[in-house]
């Protein structure tokens, strides 16, 4: 098990980053059902959910890629807990009953990304020389 944990890890990273590209280029751009499933995107600047699909899209793309991917990762997790606190937790104390479990998930997911790094697969790992890969673990 601890062999396949490396591969384990980078197959989390581009899973969970392709979901959260998903909802990005949902509100962005009307596709893949658009926005609550109505097919709509945001109306271009729109504080703070067109912001939020941004980094959704460009942070999870990072992610996704494995490029600067803890910063990304941090990020695109920062983001998630803004949106908990801000949109879900008002609405009632639990992520069941507020309909905020998907930003609770992401923001724990992008969290773990960021500790544990990108794994072995990814463009950090061609781009980061490997004696600093060797430093900073």
Known sequence: ????????????????????V????ASLFGVL????????ALPVGTWP???AALIELVGGV????GLGTRVA?????G?????YFSVH?????????NEGELAVLFCWAFLLVAIFGPGPWSLDRLVVPAARRRVSG
Request: some cysteine; proline content about 5%.
């Open 22 to 25: 998903g909802h990005g280029l």
């Open 62 to 65: 990072l992610v996704l890629v």
């Open 73 to 77: 990762a941090l990020v695109c997790s």
């Open 89 to 97: 937790q008002p609405r009632a104390l639990f992520p069941i009953q």
């Open 49 to 51: 959910y067109w912001w």
């Open 33 to 40: 059902g658009g926005v609550s499933g109505r097919g709509d």
């Open 1 to 20: 098990m601890d062999r396949a944990q490396p591969v384990v890890l980078s197959l989390f990273r581009i899973i969970v980053a392709f979901l959260f």
């Open 79 to 83: 983001t998630m807990a803004f949106a």
